[in-house]
């Protein structure tokens, strides 16, 4: 059994190796190798490996994996040897947003931090403005040619927030040039869940789209929404360039799962073919982990559980028939056969990022529903569990897991704690989560 031990106060789960992919899928060669040779040499019965959402840096992830590792060295059981897998990749957290929290409380969500714009700020009223920080990011992040002069007027836009039209329609048409896939980026293939096309906040008329950002806004904090007042707009496009940036980090993360990992599961598997490999995605990490599986060479059965994590994308992927369009299935429709064991879907019913905003920015142009029926349409399943599926079945937290198929499980009596803009969506680091990934990976126990 593997040991947790404590150096400074601080948790070292072990043996603990690390997977970093660039934003074309490709691996670091050198932490591949280790990651095979080691696994054989700790003699690893069981592999569990952990793809974080969106965050800014490395110490951010590691904190995650750090912590929600932790529990599972007490709870294996005799025999098993664990060993623990850190997957890290390219995405983005608005430095706007609180720092998650990883460890656990039974803290309500009444009690939960406010938000973190200051609406008391003369400056910045409505939290509109573009920080430093959120500058910086943004051109670390997208670094084409004109990219970083793209982001100095985003900015330049937003402090002045103007109450001419036009101001707004080149704000958007800006974000939708910065998160434009370029060729020859292997993404192109991985920006849809349910169907194709860009969604509505990259085509749709700017003004219109600010406003439907602003409102959902405005209602989530309990305030009276006043429709087009210019100034407020900014708010809502600022919004807009939030979820566009999540949108290409969405796309992203399906690239680096079905290019990336997948083939580097191929080689553990050829390479210690007894391994038993345990899946587990936060967020756009759930959606990475999924296209690896999609993305696993033919023949690759290594993989005997996934365990998703308030997944971040549409809860119709796995639907082999959507319901409102019996021609088309989603994306991921074939992925639970490929998985010697269950797919399970934890979701919680206090994820604001994924209950309010993510259907609005999912909504794909055209969509003869408009606003009618958004949230069962475009819905994620972080949210509301897994959609659309023969044979899927849905249980309470704790509850015994089935061997096969698609479970969604609700969590929202432990995944609850979370202030604005996102709610619970990083409230994760609990001990009955980590249960659910020994249940579904049928990881025996220690007796008690």
């Known amino acids: 059994m593997v040991s947790v031990v404590s150096r400074q106060d601080h948790a070292v789960v072990k043996p603990y190796w690390e997977l970093t992919f660039d934003s074309d899928g490709d691996v670091d060669a050198a932490q591949r190798g280790r990651l095979l040779s080691g696994a054989e040499r700790e003699r690893v019965t069981d592999l569990l490996v952990f793809a974080h959402g969106w965050n800014n840096d490395l110490r951010t992830a590691r904190d995650l994996y750090r912590r ?3 529990p599972f060295a007490r709870l294996a059981g005799t025999g098993v040897r664990l060993g623990y897998v850190g997957v890290l990749w390219p995405a983005i957290r608005f430095p706007d947003e609180p720092i998650p929290d990883f460890e656990p409380s039974a803290t309500p969500r009444a009690a939960t931090p406010a938000p973190a714009a200051d609406p008391a700020d003369p400056d910045d009223p409505d939290g509109a403005a573009l920080d430093e920080a959120t500058r910086h990011l943004l051109a670390r992040v997208f670094s084409g040619p004109q990219d970083a002069a793209r982001v100095d007027r985003l900015g330049l836009l937003l402090q002045e927030r103007s109450e001419v039209r036009s101001r707004l329609d080149e704000f958007v048409r800006i974000v939708r040039d910065l998160v434009a896939v370029r060729e020859p980026s292997p993404a192109h293939e991985f920006g849809h869940d349910i ?12 003004v219109e789209v600010c406003e439907v950002f602003l409102a959902m806004l405005e209602n989530r904090e309990g305030r009276q929404v006043l429709g087009g007042v ?7 496009a600022k919004e807009v360039l939030r979820q566009a940036t999540y949108y290409a980090m969405k796309r992203r993360a399906g690239a680096i799962g079905q290019v990336g990992l997948g083939p580097a599961l191929g080689l553990l ?3 210690v073919p007894d391994l038993r490999v345990h899946l587990v995605g ?12 999609h993305g696993m060479p033919a023949g690759v059965r290594c993989v005997k559980s996934v365990t998703l994590l308030q997944g971040a994308f549409s809860h119709y992927a796995f639907s082999a028939r959507l319901p409102h369009d019996r021609s088309h299935g989603g994306a991921l429709h074939g992925v639970p056969r490929r998985i010697d064991g269950p797919l399970v879907c934890c979701y919680s019913r206090h994820d604001d990022a994924l209950g309010r905003l993510y259907p609005l920015a999912s909504k794909l142009a055209g969509d003869s529903a408009g606003f009618l029926g958004l949230w069962e349409r475009w819905g994620a399943l972080g949210f509301d569990g897994i959609k659309a599926v023969d044979g899927a079945v849905g249980v309470r937290l704790g509850a015994a897991l ?4 698609c479970v969604s499980v609700d969590a929202s009596a432990v ?7 996102n709610g619970a969506h990083s409230d994760i680091c609990h001990e009955e989560l980590a249960r659910a990934v020994c249940a579904a990976g049928r990881i025996a126990l220690a007796a008690g």
Do not use: I, Q
């Open 195 to 206: 169907g194709g096309g860009e969604p509505a906040m990259l085509t749709d008329d700017a």
């Open 230 to 236: 210019p100034g407020r707009l900014w708010r809502g």
């Open 282 to 293: 936060h967020s756009f990490g759930a959606r990475l982990v999924s296209y690896a599986v």
């Open 402 to 405: 089935p061997a096969r198929g």
């Open 269 to 271: 598997a050829r390479d």
């Open 68 to 70: 929600f590792y932790t």
């Open 415 to 421: 995944v609850r704690r979370g202030g604005a803009p």
